[in-house]
């Protein structure tokens, strides 16, 4: 086999949750919104005109930055945008670590797809134990290191740290770049964004697929002091400058233009994972206390892995991650009122209840 054969053959991909193509099914296995997007995304897309599409968009996607700097009361230099918040995170790995000499941490049971990247950019990396409990133990990332990444709220655990303790972390580790991926931030968690101006060296990572339902989308952004993103940029634009495309560029700024919209379907969801959070309780489940929009749950009597196809059979999807250490756990995601009592029926169907 060729040198080129065998490096390609070392890649493991990340395996996305499965989008199934039937249309009558529920699905909540990809942590996307149960809700459209902001109304205002609707009236871009009715306005449409192809002819805009003849020319490049623009490369430096300055109106979203300025709308999401304005958002967050920051100036636009801080803002870094990209193709949901993989291409973030990935330009981010590339830029941050791409020449580390030491290994980046990360908890053990978090977004699998740290390590993919990392693989890929030949980045050198560990994977610090979490708790038994799945909390991450940031005194366990002791030591000096390449860079560091928490997603907070911690998938699939749902977890969330508090700020306080995550600045610890980054005083304790001036030597490199610390990510925070708050893809899930706003479902419960709190915010790195107040520490930007304290530490240069952090990194705050987010995306519109969750709670602003843009998933099919693809918009992310990080923000950070303006040197640590205006590396991001000089990056990107080593690699491909017009990331983003005219129409979604728009459709974000849609988004960010109407946060009564956003704010109303966040706490909509919220509402539903307390009251079904309860429901499944009563069942026999048990997880992890959720700052996220989705639960990472476990029964009592009955093994994930068997609940999974039950679902599945019924044409629910939850997410099942085969992996040791959580291969009995489901992580499913809060959808409607309507979906999660749909849910509720089938499981209790299927346990016997
Ligand atoms: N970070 C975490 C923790 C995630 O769960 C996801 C969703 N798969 C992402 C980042 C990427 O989301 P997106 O690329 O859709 O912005």
Request: charged share 25%.
């Given at each position: ?5 065998k490096y ?46 003849k ?22 230099d801080?803002?870094?945008?990209g ?5 973030v995170?990935a330009m ?12 980046v ?6 977004y ?9 950019f ?5 994977r610090?134990?979490?708790r ?15 860079g560091?990444?928490i ?32 893809a ?9 964004l ?11 990572v987010?995306?519109f697929?969750?709670?602003r ?14 040197k640590?993103?205006?590396y991001?940029?000089a ?39 307390e ?7 009563d069942?026999?489940?048990?997880f992890?206390?959720?700052?996220a ?8 009597k ?5 609940i999974?196809?039950?679902?599945l ?31 509720c029926?089938a499981?209790?169907?299927i346990?016997?209840?």
């Amino acid at each position: 086999m060729s040198d080129w054969e065998k490096y390609v053959k070392k890649l493991t991909p990340y395996v996305p949750g499965e989008q199934p193509r039937k249309k009558d099914v529920i699905k909540l296995n990809t942590n996307e919104n149960p809700y459209p997007p902001a109304p205002g995304v609707q009236r871009i897309l009715e306005d449409l005109d192809a002819g805009s599409l003849k020319k490049y968009p623009d490369p430096t996607v300055h109106d979203l930055r300025c709308a999401l700097a304005s958002y967050h009361g920051i100036s636009e230099d801080r803002v870094f945008v990209g193709v949901g918040s993989d291409d973030v995170l990935a330009m981010s790995f590339i830029t941050f670590f791409g020449d580390a000499k030491k290994s980046v941490a990360f908890a053990d049971v978090t977004y699998s797809f740290y390590d993919v990247w990392c693989r890929l950019f030949g980045i050198e990396y560990e994977r610090i134990p979490v708790r038994e409990d799945f909390s991450i133990d940031l005194n366990a990332f002791d030591g000096d290191r390449g860079g560091i990444v928490i997603a907070n709220p911690n998938a699939p655990s749902g977890i969330a740290l508090s700020p306080g303790e995550i600045a610890g972390l980054i005083s304790a580790h001036p030597e490199c770049v610390v990510i925070v991926d708050e893809a899930y931030v706003d479902f419960g968690g709190e915010s790195m964004l107040p520490y930007i101006d304290e530490f240069e060296n952090l990194l705050v990572v987010r995306t519109f697929s969750k709670s602003r339902a843009l998933a099919g989308s693809r918009i992310g952004y990080a923000m950070g002091s303006k040197k640590i993103i205006s590396y991001l940029l000089a990056a990107r634009d080593s690699f491909n400058s017009y990331t983003m495309d005219t129409i979604t560029q728009r459709i974000g700024i849609a988004s960010v233009e109407d946060d009564e919209y956003f704010k109303k379907r966040v706490s909509d969801i919220v509402k539903t994972r307390e009251v079904y959070g309860k429901k499944l309780k009563d069942m026999g489940f048990s997880f992890p206390k959720s700052a996220a929009n989705f639960l990472f749950a476990t029964h009592e009597k009955m093994d994930a892995a068997g609940i999974y196809e039950e679902l599945l059979n019924r044409g629910i999807y939850v997410r099942y991650f085969k992996t040791p250490g959580i291969d009995n756990r489901l992580r499913i995601t809060i959808g409607t009122d309507d979906e999660m009592e749909r849910l509720c029926i089938a499981l209790k169907d299927i346990l016997g209840i």
